[in-house]
């Protein structure tokens, strides 16, 4: 297997940016004019359509499943492992839209769930009640891309803790701004506007 074939499909599949397609056919303009500027569900939701925001959550997790399944169908659990990561790198950098994208936290559910039911629903259980608790976005996020890293292993997927240890830095990176905010006191809740 040529790891760059289940790379692009994860890549190609990736890129594909629902929010901003969303909300241009609904009529919204570009999401990226508001909030925090990216493409996805956590910025959707404040253009004030919940619907719109559950739809980009819905279908940026389902590409994360999809490029991950379909490659553990086509190659193996190696060619699994490349389209994981690079699911997650086109969300975040689509060239469509000059690399800037979304923070992949939706598509790496669909992957987690995709790699390993358990994996899966280690991230699900986690992201909902830091979610819960906290009413923070970026925080139940986090949260749940460290703690699908540590499933891998722990519920028998060591194979794919590395790609699942890489993405999670990179989403953790990406919410670097988020961090900061958070040190501060000042990382708005879920239904506030930034």
């Not at 925090?36 to 959550?57: C, D």
Request: glycine share 14%; hydrophobic share 55%.
């Amino acid at each position: 297997m040529e790891a760059w074939y289940p790379a692009l499909l994860g890549y190609l599949v990736g890129s594909i940016p629902f929010g901003l397609l969303l909300t241009k056919a609904a009529g919204m303009g570009d999401v990226r004019s508001i909030g925090s500027g990216n493409i996805g569900a956590t910025n959707v939701l404040r253009t004030g359509n919940k619907g719109l925001a559950a739809a980009t959550l819905l279908l940026d997790l389902a590409k994360g499943f999809v490029a991950v399944f379909a490659a553990g169908e086509i190659w193996d659990e190696k060619g699994m492992a490349f389209a994981a990561g690079a699911v997650v790198i086109g969300h975040c950098y689509p060239m469509w839209l000059k690399f800037k994208g979304g923070k992949g936290v939706a598509t790496h559910a669909g992957v987690a769930f995709a790699l390993g039911w358990p994996i899966g629903l280690a991230y699900a259980g986690i992201w909902l009640s830091t979610l819960a608790i906290f009413r923070i976005s970026s925080l139940a996020g986090m949260a749940a891309v460290v703690g699908a890293a540590a499933a891998g292993p722990l519920f028998g997927y060591p194979q794919f803790f590395p790609v699942l240890a890489a993405i999670a830095a990179l989403i953790i990176y990406l919410h670097r701004e988020n961090i900061a905010r958070l040190m501060k006191g000042e990382e708005p809740k879920v239904g506030a506007d930034r």
